[in-house]
């Protein structure tokens, strides 16, 4: 650890200017960018605590979290530029393994929105310094925590383990995949990657190993990486334990906003810079909860900047869960009695920058906060020109084809005695139904150990039961049948829990055993029907409707004489999912079967790039209504329909 001098503690304490926000390496865009050394030295105002330098001067992270996948590539340069112009130096990002991982175990780093190696380019040509976070596991409200859904196949697996050979035999092959794209990007070797973040609030993870986070560390180490931060709350329980003696990890605090969280993290690995590494602007929002409600950092933000204290916006743009992307959790709450929440569609989060990429009210606050601040040492560049909204009048789709056309079979033909949940047969989200035989007896009940995690239940063909798993469990009464009947549940499943320990036991579909009257039902059926883009575009159109049974594939179209953003408004429809032009824009759930409100997301996100000049396809595949509901396309995203303080445009409904 490098001593510096006391004159340091001026700068600490932001009376004199911290190292440039513009990077000299990025001085001349036009040659090569030189290498920096990034590393921490002791805090003279006090030993226990770090401070960074670069390249021998003490620097201040002014970070903003943003995701590249969760933005159309299209946006990347715009989203950095709006960073840049509100006074910041720094991207952080996560990488989502699940979704650079193909069917076949290739990579794909190239196609749309995984071009890492793009995206850090436009952070060095923009001047802005970068936090690396790989994982493997990343939460970020994303599904499975990024972790790649078939390594819950085998009964009993574990992640974020060395004991489990078939996980450290993935994460190897992922990691050494992205140390090859991630390492010509290092500071050390010209490129804006300052640090490189160990695992991720592995603190919060009850099987605590600090035997997986050294291997983590030891692999990186061979890789040429570092130096390394990990993060996790700022406390006692989370910090304890897990944070290496080494003088090379800093620690992050998720978040870090008071004397005292930096307090304990200095006494929990003494002697190491302490940041902020996740400054939250706002929270998660899940399916059936109530409006967005961001939180005000100005206060953090101009602390932050009188102490040179460094720290990191938490989502700066949340961005958007784009197809089967977004996350789970598993907190209870006493209105609903169950025990799994899905994340929405948005990631709005609160963010400074909102999920069409527009400046909030509170981006203006931080901006003149952290300007003030710099005293003229640092001019923000202007903001960069607003993405284009556009609305679309009102269209209604019209039916095309039944839930059970299309169906994509599986090799084996689909029979199992003990019917499987979703990972045991490849399967991530999407539906599969599930088929059986029962008795002809009297009236019964069925019963389940897991339904994961919205169904509906069919007795020869009429539905007789919806199992929603956010609700508190109940048995399914079943009519008495004269006959043997068919037994049919089609499953959805959705958002895998991306934190916490239930992660290891959340399996899609149906998972343990179903029960006519005490009896496990055998001999079952199951038919896939994954939802990909390809499969919704490829459909063949139906000859007939299936009336008598809820929910169907509709197909319209809207012409565009410019693309430009647009959310589309769901509002008057149930549950299912929207794609355009061959585009998941992701799950939308705005109604109940009985007809009662959902949201609080009824409007989705569809970007310039997803649409083009002319007629636009459109897709809806809806698991509740029989019959289509109009479809319109406005210039800002609702919030909570019943909340009339909410700003809405042509607030109609």
């Given at each position: 650890?490098?001593?510096?001098?006391?004159?340091?503690?001026?700068?600490?304490?932001?009376?004199?200017?911290?190292?440039?926000?513009?990077?000299?390496?990025?001085?001349?865009?036009?040659?090569?960018?030189?290498?920096?050394?990034?590393?921490?030295?002791?805090?003279?105002?006090?030993?226990?605590?770090?401070?960074?330098?670069?390249?021998?001067?003490?620097?201040?992270?002014?970070?903003?979290?943003?995701?590249?996948?969760?933005?159309?590539?299209?946006?990347?340069?715009?989203?950095?530029?709006?960073?840049?112009?509100?006074?910041?130096?720094?991207?952080?990002?996560?990488?989502?393994?699940?979704?650079?991982?193909?069917?076949?175990?290739?990579?794909?780093?190239?196609?749309?929105?995984?071009?890492?190696?793009?995206?850090?380019?436009?952070?060095?040509?923009?001047?802005?310094?970068?936090?690396?976070?790989?994982?493997?596991?990343?939460?970020?409200?994303?599904d499975f925590g990024g972790l790649p859904s078939y390594l819950l196949k085998e009964k009993g697996a574990k992640i974020r383990t060395v004991s489990d050979k078939n996980f450290m035999k993935a994460q190897t092959r992922y990691l050494k995949e992205m140390a090859k794209i991630a390492r010509p990007f290092l500071a050390k070797n010209g490129g804006p990657i300052l640090m490189t973040q160990i695992e991720n609030e592995y603190g919060s993870w009850p099987?605590?190993?600090?035997?997986?986070?050294?291997?983590?560390?030891?692999?990186?180490?061979?890789?040429?990486?570092?130096?390394?931060?990990?993060?996790?709350?700022?406390?006692?329980?989370?910090?304890?334990?897990?944070?290496?003696?080494?003088?090379?990890?800093?620690?992050?605090?998720?978040?870090?906003?008071?004397?005292?969280?930096?307090?304990?993290?200095?006494?929990?690995?003494?002697?190491?810079?302490?940041?902020?590494?996740?400054?939250?602007?706002?929270?998660?929002?899940?399916?059936?909860?109530?409006?967005?409600?961001?939180?005000?950092?100005?206060?953090?933000?101009?602390?932050?900047?009188?102490?040179?204290?460094?720290?990191?916006?938490?989502?700066?743009?949340?961005?958007?869960?784009?197809?089967?992307?977004?996350?789970?959790?598993?907190?209870?709450?006493?209105?609903?009695?169950?025990?799994?929440?899905?994340?929405?569609?948005?990631?709005?989060?609160?963010?400074?920058?909102?999920?069409?990429?527009?400046?909030?009210?509170?981006?203006?606050?931080?901006?003149?906060?952290?300007?003030?601040?710099?005293?003229?040492?640092?001019?923000?560049?202007?903001?960069?020109?607003?993405?284009?909204?556009?609305?679309?009048?009102?269209?209604?789709?019209?039916?095309?084809?039944?839930?059970?056309?299309?169906?994509?079979?599986?090799?084996?033909?689909?029979?199992?005695?003990?019917?499987?949940?979703?990972?045991?047969?490849?399967?991530?989200?999407?539906?599969?139904?599930?088929?059986?035989?029962?008795?002809?007896?009297?009236?019964?009940?069925?019963?389940?150990?897991?339904?994961?995690?919205?169904?509906?239940?069919?007795?020869?063909?009429?539905?007789?039961?919806?199992?929603?798993?956010?609700?508190?469990?109940?048995?399914?009464?079943?009519?008495?049948?004269?006959?043997?009947?068919?037994?049919?549940?089609?499953?959805?499943?959705?958002?895998?829990?991306?934190?916490?320990?239930?992660?290891?036991?959340?399996?899609?579909?149906?998972?343990?055993?179903?029960?006519?009257?005490?009896?496990?039902?055998?001999?079952?059926?199951?038919?896939?029907?994954?939802?990909?883009?390809?499969?919704?575009?490829?459909?063949?159109?139906?000859?007939?409707?299936?009336?008598?049974?809820?929910?169907?594939?509709?197909?319209?179209?809207?012409?565009?004489?410019?693309?430009?953003?647009?959310?589309?408004?769901?509002?008057?429809?149930?549950?299912?999912?929207?794609?355009?032009?061959?585009?998941?824009?992701?799950?939308?759930?705005?109604?109940?079967?009985?007809?009662?409100?959902?949201?609080?997301?009824?409007?989705?996100?569809?970007?310039?790039?997803?649409?083009?000049?002319?007629?636009?396809?459109?897709?809806?595949?809806?698991?509740?209504?029989?019959?289509?509901?109009?479809?319109?396309?406005?210039?800002?995203?609702?919030?909570?329909?019943?909340?009339?303080?909410?700003?809405?445009?042509?607030?109609?409904?």
């Amino acid at each position: 650890m490098k001593k510096i001098s006391k004159l340091v503690i001026a700068l600490l304490a932001g009376t004199l200017a911290l190292s440039s926000g513009v990077p000299a390496a990025f001085a001349q865009q036009k040659k090569a960018p030189k290498a920096v050394k990034f590393e921490f030295a002791e805090n003279p105002a006090n030993k226990n605590d770090g401070i960074f330098l670069l390249d021998g001067k003490p620097f201040q992270i002014r970070g903003g979290e943003m995701h590249p996948q969760r933005i159309p590539r299209e946006y990347w340069d715009h989203r950095i530029k709006m960073c840049k112009a509100m006074g910041l130096n720094t991207i952080a990002f996560y990488t989502m393994w699940n979704d650079f991982e193909q069917p076949d175990g290739s990579f794909d780093f190239k196609t749309g929105n995984r071009d890492i190696a793009a995206f850090l380019r436009l952070c060095q040509e923009n001047g802005m310094w970068v936090l690396f976070r790989p994982g493997p596991y990343i939460c970020g409200e994303w599904d499975f925590g990024g972790l790649p859904s078939y390594l819950l196949k085998e009964k009993g697996a574990k992640i974020r383990t060395v004991s489990d050979k078939n996980f450290m035999k993935a994460q190897t092959r992922y990691l050494k995949e992205m140390a090859k794209i991630a390492r010509p990007f290092l500071a050390k070797n010209g490129g804006p990657i300052l640090m490189t973040q160990i695992e991720n609030e592995y603190g919060s993870w009850p099987r605590k190993e600090v035997s997986y986070l050294k291997w983590l560390k030891e692999f990186w180490e061979k890789e040429g990486f570092g130096p390394f931060y990990m993060s996790d709350g700022a406390s006692h329980y989370h910090l304890g334990g897990l944070i290496y003696p080494d003088k090379d990890v800093a620690v992050g605090l998720d978040p870090g906003t008071s004397d005292n969280h930096w307090k304990t993290a200095n006494e929990k690995n003494p002697g190491v810079p302490v940041f902020s590494s996740e400054t939250y602007p706002g929270w998660l929002r899940r399916w059936g909860e109530g409006n967005w409600n961001p939180t005000n950092l100005s206060g953090n933000i101009r602390w932050y900047m009188e102490t040179g204290r460094s720290f990191s916006v938490f989502p700066v743009h949340g961005g958007t869960n784009f197809g089967f992307t977004a996350g789970a959790n598993n907190d209870p709450r006493k209105e609903f009695g169950g025990d799994y929440h899905t994340d929405l569609t948005s990631y709005d989060y609160g963010s400074p920058i909102d999920e069409q990429g527009r400046p909030t009210k509170e981006y203006h606050q931080y901006r003149e906060i952290i300007a003030n601040a710099l005293k003229g040492k640092e001019k923000l560049p202007a903001l960069p020109k607003p993405i284009p909204v556009t609305e679309v009048k009102e269209f209604t789709p019209k039916f095309f084809a039944n839930l059970r056309d299309n169906l994509q079979p599986l090799k084996n033909g689909g029979k199992f005695n003990d019917a499987p949940y979703f990972e045991a047969f490849g399967q991530n989200q999407g539906l599969a139904f599930y088929r059986t035989t029962v008795p002809a007896g009297a009236a019964g009940t069925l019963s389940y150990d897991g339904i994961h995690d919205y169904a509906h239940v069919y007795l020869d063909g009429k539905l007789i039961a919806t199992v929603d798993r956010r609700l508190k469990k109940t048995d399914i009464a079943v009519p008495a049948r004269a006959k043997p009947a068919q037994l049919e549940i089609m499953v959805e499943g959705m958002g895998h829990i991306n934190y916490g320990g239930t992660m290891e036991s959340d399996r899609k579909g149906i998972v343990g055993e179903v029960k006519l009257d005490g009896a496990p039902l055998k001999k079952w059926t199951v038919v896939p029907k994954t939802l990909s883009e390809e499969s919704v575009v490829n459909a063949q159109k139906a000859k007939a409707q299936e009336k008598d049974m809820p929910g169907a594939h509709f197909r319209g179209t809207f012409t565009l004489n410019k693309p430009a953003d647009t959310f589309l408004d769901m509002a008057q429809w149930g549950k299912g999912v929207l794609y355009v032009n061959g585009h998941n824009l992701g799950r939308y759930w705005s109604r109940t079967p009985d007809g009662k409100p959902v949201g609080p997301q009824l409007r989705l996100y569809c970007p310039a790039p997803f649409l083009k000049k002319g007629a636009n396809v459109v897709d809806v595949v809806e698991f509740e209504r029989t019959s289509p509901a109009p479809i319109r396309g406005c210039e800002t995203r609702n919030f909570d329909m019943n909340d009339v303080k909410t700003k809405n445009l042509n607030n109609q409904w």
